[in-house]
């Protein structure tokens, strides 16, 4: 291994590091819950049992109208939401508008995250996001185009949101420390799904569906007041942090480059196959997620004929398996590297194998045990805790390979991610509009040769080794 263990220990867990890994928890999880709400809530958003009226108009007056009685409980206003007639492929339109807003601003917010710093651009992202997630409802009651463009552009917030992570951890995370880090940090997303899913059908039953984007609106904004006072880009500049964690960190990154970053090789990385080996991973690994946390809750409710209420609690037990493999997989990682039983290449490689092959298989299944309500929901767990594997495999390679254009790459990286989740999402909602029976059976077997595709061209290009295109102006400290 390159990187060797630094001798001295600070406080660890109870570190200030440790605690940014955290805020970034609850920053991802805001995001994701405020990305999936619209999975769980059109469920009864479009409910067939309910509408009359033409197309893309709802079947109750105005939300404003239950007001008007005002001895009408909470509950009975909930169950006058609106209800609109949106066709499934115009449902996978909308699903997949969010990927397109995200694809828009995950290369530039990276690369502006890089030369100005993550807090303010991350900080701004996830506020917008919060704010449109609370004008949802209103939008929806304008007709369907207007959703569509508010789930653009809140897309292109979380764009920026996401993204810069990677260039705080670039000066925050130790080498063997990153896969604990990013993976308590990443594992929000999952727990994120598996609580909107949980409680998201609870909420829009008792309450309506409209305050599933108010409550999940409101508390992404809570998360901004935390985000702008606790995150800070360097270690060096934290007024909170103590000598002993600032002198640990700073040691243990000390054969990184520390030049300021004037141009990026873009020639050098179009003809990086180890960057292409990563790419291909995040466009396997999202192909598949994408479906799962969109279109979960909607292949519990038509194949399993569940309600909504089952529908959302059943659909978070994926999440809540996908969140502990996650921490769990980031802590075995790095005591493998920690303990030299594996060099870093190969940590990286098995676990990015485990993440692709085992959701395949399980999905591969999926289509011949529908008639077991068990086995079902025990493959669909598997699938995203078995998925979120690659988290210590290709998702943090870019920190091997090049973390001087670390936040750079991840936005490349989650653009192929989030190319494939938008070609998954339109591709799903056709394919099962034709059929439901034979679509979903093709939906699960396209996602298994896209995934086998991913893992054998990173398992023949895969590296772990800083490039030579990323290894300019190079300082070391004694």
């Known amino acids: 291994m390159d990187e060797k263990p630094t001798t001295k220990k600070d406080s660890g867990f109870c570190s200030l590091r440790y605690g940014l890994a955290l805020i970034m928890h609850f920053s991802n999880f805001t995001m994701i819950t405020q990305r999936v709400s619209l999975s ?30 005002r001895s009408r409980s909470v509950k009975d206003f909930g169950t006058r939401a609106a209800v609109y007639q949106w066709s499934t492929e115009t449902q996978g339109i909308i699903f997949s508008s969010i990927s397109y807003g995200i694809i828009l601003t995950l290369i530039p917010s990276g690369y502006l995250a890089g030369i100005f710093g993550a807090k303010h651009i991350l900080g701004a992202g996830l506020l917008i996001s919060s704010l449109l997630t609370l004008f949802t409802p209103m939008a929806a009651e304008f007709g369907v185009i207007l959703v569509i463009a508010i789930r653009t552009v809140q897309g292109m917030a979380q764009g920026m949101a996401w993204t810069g992570q990677f260039t705080i951890w670039a000066k925050w995370a130790p080498p063997l420390e990153r896969s604990k880090l990013t993976s308590i940090a990443g594992s929000g997303a999952a727990f994120g799904s598996f609580i909107i899913l949980c409680v998201g059908g609870l909420i829009s039953q008792a309450l309506g569906w409209p305050f599933v984007f108010y409550i999940f609106g409101s508390i992404g904004c809570v998360c901004c007041v935390l985000w702008f006072t606790v995150i800070y880009d360097d270690p060096m500049n934290h007024p909170c942090i103590s000598g002993k964690e600032k002198e640990h960190i700073t040691s243990s990154l000390a054969q990184q480059s520390s030049s300021p970053r004037r141009s990026i090789p873009i020639k050098a990385m179009v003809r990086c196959l180890p960057l292409w080996a990563i790419f291909m991973g995040f466009f396997s690994h999202f192909w598949l997620c994408t479906i799962i946390i969109t279109y979960l809750p909607t292949y519990i409710n038509t194949v399993l004929h569940v309600n909504i209420r089952d529908s959302g609690v059943l659909s978070s037990l994926p999440f809540i398996a996908a969140s502990s493999c996650t921490v769990l997989g980031g802590q075995m990682a790095d005591f493998l590297l920690s303990r030299n039983l594996l060099s870093l290449i190969t940590v990286r490689k098995l676990f990015s194998s485990l993440g692709l092959l085992l959701p395949s298989l399980c999905a591969v299944a999926l289509p011949f045990v529908t008639s077991s309500y068990i086995t079902t929901i025990v493959l669909l767990i598997l699938i995203p805790g078995t998925s979120n594997l690659c988290d210590s495999g290709f998702i943090i390679n870019t920190l091997d390979v090049a973390p001087r254009y670390a936040s750079f790459l991840m936005g490349i990286s989650r653009g192929f991610g989030l190319t494939a989740g938008i070609i998954s999402s339109t591709t799903t909602g056709f394919l099962i509009s034709q059929d439901s029976e034979s679509g979903w059976r093709n939906v699960f077997f396209l996602s298994a040769a896209v995934n086998m595709f991913g893992m054998i061209f990173y398992l023949i290009f895969g590296q772990a080794e800083i490039q030579n295109w990323a290894k300019e102006r190079m300082i070391t400290r004694l």
């Open 40 to 69: 769980i809530a059109i469920i009864a958003m479009v409910n067939s049992t309910q509408h009359q009226d033409p197309a893309n108009a709802a079947t109750e007056g105005p939300l404003t109208d239950p007001l008007s009685n």
